[in-house]
């Protein structure tokens, strides 16, 4: 009896340590809707001055589910991670009812038509390289690593691939 006692209560101890660790994790966000989208942009080409290095743009928020699964599908793959962070200043701008950003959007060639999340591919200067929509990249209920690496390597989309195909 003595032992069962001692199981429930170490089970009991450490179900409490795993729940407040748990609750004490808070998960990122990606997108903060009291940010100036035109200061965030402005940040990231002062950051890239004289570097040969292009800034993707991320326009969404995390009131919708598919940035925020393309956001965990990018952050919790060590590779994809890696690969965007050596290929790009990612950027993430809020467009939603809080903030809909639209001085950033304007800069950003009004991307907002594609869906979200899209993707904007900006120089160093922050001059529009070409809008994207991310719809190409998505497989099942989540996104296609294999069609995000081959987007970072050569900056193709799906649909630039498949046209190549025809």
Request: proline share 5%; aromatic share 16%.
């Given at each position: 009896m003595r032992c069962i006692k001692h199981v429930l209560m170490s089970t009991l101890l450490f179900?409490?340590?795993?729940?407040?660790?748990?609750?004490?994790?808070?998960?990122?966000?990606?997108?903060?809707?009291?940010l100036d989208g035109v200061k965030q942009l402005d940040e990231a080409i002062e950051k890239l001055q004289g570097r040969d290095r292009l800034i993707l743009v991320q326009v969404g928020g995390d009131w919708c589910k598919w940035c925020v699964r393309l956001n965990q599908t990018?952050?919790?793959?060590?590779?994809l991670l890696k690969a965007f962070d050596?290929?790009?200043?990612?950027?993430?701008?809020?467009?939603?009812?809080?903030?809909?950003?639209?001085?950033?959007?304007?800069?950003?060639?009004?991307?907002t038509?594609?869906?979200?999340?899209?993707?904007?591919l900006l120089d160093n200067q922050g001059n529009v390289l070409r809008k994207i929509s991310t719809g190409g990249f998505e497989a099942g209920d989540g996104y296609d690593k294999a069609k995000l690496l081959h987007f970072i390597k050569t900056h193709e989309t799906p649909e630039d691939?498949?046209?190549g195909e025809e």
């Open positions: 179900s409490i340590a795993f729940l407040q660790f748990g609750c004490s994790q808070q998960s990122r966000t990606f997108y903060d809707s009291s990018i952050s919790k793959d060590p590779e050596e290929q790009f200043e990612w950027v993430h701008i809020y467009y939603g009812k809080e903030n809909k950003n639209a001085e950033a959007m304007k800069r950003l060639d009004n991307p038509d594609l869906g979200f999340p899209v993707f904007v691939v498949a046209m």
